[in-house]
C-alpha cells in the first residue's frame, strides 16, 4: 500500500465545484485585493469564533507580527514562548526588536508548561505567546491568570488550531488577541499563504488594519510606517468555502484518532494526549516514539511516508546561538524532538489505511 502523508487533492475533489465557482467569480470580478470575499472572509470567520474583529493578513507569521507590532512589543522587551513549535512563534518576537525566552513543554500535551512560564517572568517580560501546538487547547485559564497577575498581554499562537475549545471557548479569542495561519496544509488551508487575527479589543484592531496596508489609512497618505500584508480575494473566496466544512473535518481527524490511539494501545509508544472531546482538532497525529528514525525508516518501506514535527528545539537552532541556551536547558523539549513522529493523517484518510499503519508500527517493534 502507497499512502500520503497529507492528501489534499483528496479534500479538493469532495467541493470542487464549489470551489471552482468560487474562484471563477473572484477572477471574473475585477478585484483581487482586500476586496469583497476577505471583508465576507472577516465577517464569517469573527462569527464562528465568537470575536469583535478579524482582520485578514497575508500569512501566519505577518499576523504574529504585526500583532506584537501593534502592541507596542519591541528592542528591551521580553516574550516568553514555547521552544518546540514551528519558528515563526518566536521569529515574530526577534523581528519586532525583543528577545524571545523560551519555557520548557509539558511531556503530556507538548503544550508550554505553565509552571515554567512563571519561572521566567522578569521586569522586561511584556508578553506570552502559548502556542496550542498541534490543534492542542494550551492551558488558558492559567496562563491567563499568570498574565493578570504580572501585567502581561498573551497573544494565542493558534496558527494549528482553528477550531480548537478550551472552557467552553474557541482558542485565539481567550488572550488579547489570537493569530492563525491559512498555509494549504492547515486544517483550513488555502490554495497558498493567508492569515488572520482577531481580537475583542477596539484599538489594537484598528491598529492592524492601519499597519496591513503600509501605515495607511487614506491612499498615499501614510500614518506610521508599516507592512505590505494583504490577503488576496482568490484565497479568501477558497477560504469561505471551506470554513463551512471545517467542524466536521475537525470530528473526523478526532475520530481517526481515537482509531489510531486504540490500535496503538498496546504499542510502545506514546499516542496524542486528549484532554476533552473538543478540546484537540489534530492537525497532526504525533506519537512519541522509542528508536524513531529507525521506525521511519521501517514505516516508509512499507509506502508511509511520516514527518518529524520538530527536529530541533528553537533554543538550540544557530538564529538563537546569541541567546546563550544550551543542550540540557529545555529537557522535555529536546526529548521530544528526538522521540517525535508524526503519521498520515487527514479527514479522508480510511480506516483500512490507519490500520495498515498502525499494524506496521507494531510490527516493527515485534522484531525488534
Given at each position: 500500500m502507497q499512502l500520503q502523508f497529507l492528501d489534499l487533492k483528496a479534500q479538493y475533489e469532495t467541493i470542487k465545484d464549489e470551489l471552482k465557482k468560487a474562484i471563477m467569480d473572484a477572477v471574473e470580478s475585477g478585484q483581487y485585493i482586500m476586496g469583497p470575499n476577505v471583508k465576507a472572509l472577516e465577517e464569517e470567520i469573527a462569527s464562528y469564533l465568537g470575536v469583535k474583529h478579524a482582520i485578514a493578513v497575508a500569512n501566519g507569521t505577518d499576523a504574529l507580527?504585526?500583532?506584537l507590532d501593534a502592541l507596542g512589543i519591541g528592542p528591551g522587551d521580553e516574550v516568553i514562548t514555547s521552544p518546540y513549535t514551528f519558528?515563526?512563534?518566536?521569529?515574530?518576537?526577534?523581528?519586532?526588536?525583543?528577545?524571545?525566552?523560551?519555557?520548557?513543554?509539558?511531556?503530556?500535551?507538548?503544550?508550554?508548561?505553565?509552571?515554567?512560564?512563571?519561572?521566567?517572568?522578569?521586569?522586561?517580560?511584556?508578553?506570552?505567546?502559548?502556542?496550542?501546538?498541534?490543534?492542542?487547547?494550551?492551558?488558558?485559564?492559567?496562563?491567563?491568570?499568570?498574565?493578570?497577575?504580572?501585567?502581561?498581554?498573551?497573544?494565542?499562537?493558534?496558527?494549528?488550531?482553528?477550531?480548537?475549545?478550551?472552557?467552553?471557548?474557541?482558542?485565539?479569542?481567550?488572550?488579547?488577541a489570537g493569530c492563525f495561519s491559512f498555509f494549504p496544509t492547515k486544517n483550513l488551508g488555502g490554495y497558498g499563504d493567508g492569515g488572520l487575527v482577531v481580537t475583542n479589543d477596539d484599538e489594537l484592531a484598528d491598529k492592524i488594519r492601519l499597519l496591513r496596508v503600509?501605515?495607511?489609512?487614506?491612499?498615499?497618505?501614510?500614518?506610521?510606517?508599516?507592512?505590505?500584508?494583504?490577503?488576496?480575494?482568490?484565497?479568501a473566496a477558497?477560504?469561505?468555502?471551506?470554513?463551512?466544512?471545517?467542524?466536521?473535518?475537525?470530528?473526523?481527524?478526532?475520530?481517526?484518532?481515537?482509531?489510531?490511539?486504540?490500535?496503538?494501545?498496546n504499542a510502545?509508544?506514546?499516542?496524542?494526549?486528549?484532554?476533552?472531546?473538543?478540546?484537540?482538532?489534530?492537525?497532526?497525529y504525533t506519537i512519541l516514539a522509542p528508536n524513531r528514525d529507525e521506525l521511519?525508516?521501517?514505516?516508509?518501506?512499507?509506502?508511509?511516508?511520516?514527518?518529524?514535527?520538530?527536529?530541533?528545539?528553537?533554543?538550540?537552532?544557530?538564529?538563537?546561538?546569541?541567546?546563550?541556551?544550551?543542550?540540557g536547558d529545555l529537557p522535555?523539549?529536546?526529548?521530544?524532538?528526538?522521540?517525535?513522529?508524526?503519521?498520515p493523517l487527514y479527514p479522508e484518510l480510511t480506516d483500512e489505511q490507519i490500520e495498515y499503519i498502525a499494524d506496521a508500527v507494531i510490527e516493527f517493534y515485534k522484531k525488534g
Open positions: 507580527v504585526l500583532t519558528f515563526a512563534s518566536a521569529e515574530c518576537i526577534s523581528r519586532v526588536g525583543a528577545k524571545p525566552v523560551f519555557a520548557d513543554i509539558d511531556p503530556e500535551t507538548f503544550n508550554i508548561n505553565t509552571e515554567e512560564v512563571e519561572k521566567k517572568i522578569t521586569e522586561k517580560t511584556k508578553a506570552i505567546i502559548p502556542v496550542h501546538i498541534f490543534g492542542q487547547a494550551a492551558e488558558m485559564d492559567r496562563i491567563m491568570a499568570i498574565a493578570e497577575k504580572h501585567g502581561l498581554y498573551v497573544v494565542e499562537d493558534a496558527c494549528q488550531a482553528i477550531g480548537a475549545e478550551v472552557s467552553g471557548r474557541k482558542v485565539g479569542t481567550i488572550g488579547k503600509h501605515g495607511s489609512r487614506k491612499k498615499y497618505f501614510h500614518e506610521t510606517v508599516g507592512y505590505n500584508s494583504r490577503l488576496d480575494e482568490i484565497q477558497i477560504l469561505r468555502v471551506k470554513l463551512k466544512y471545517i467542524d466536521s473535518w475537525n470530528e473526523a481527524r478526532r475520530q481517526k484518532t481515537k482509531l489510531y490511539n486504540e490500535l496503538l494501545k510502545p509508544v506514546k499516542t496524542p494526549d486528549i484532554k476533552g472531546e473538543k478540546s484537540h482538532v489534530f492537525h497532526l521511519k525508516n521501517h514505516l516508509e518501506q512499507k509506502g508511509i511516508p511520516t514527518g518529524i514535527y520538530y527536529p530541533l528545539p528553537l533554543h538550540l537552532q544557530e538564529a538563537y546561538k546569541d541567546l546563550g541556551y544550551k543542550k522535555v523539549a529536546e526529548k521530544t524532538c528526538e522521540q517525535n513522529l508524526s503519521l
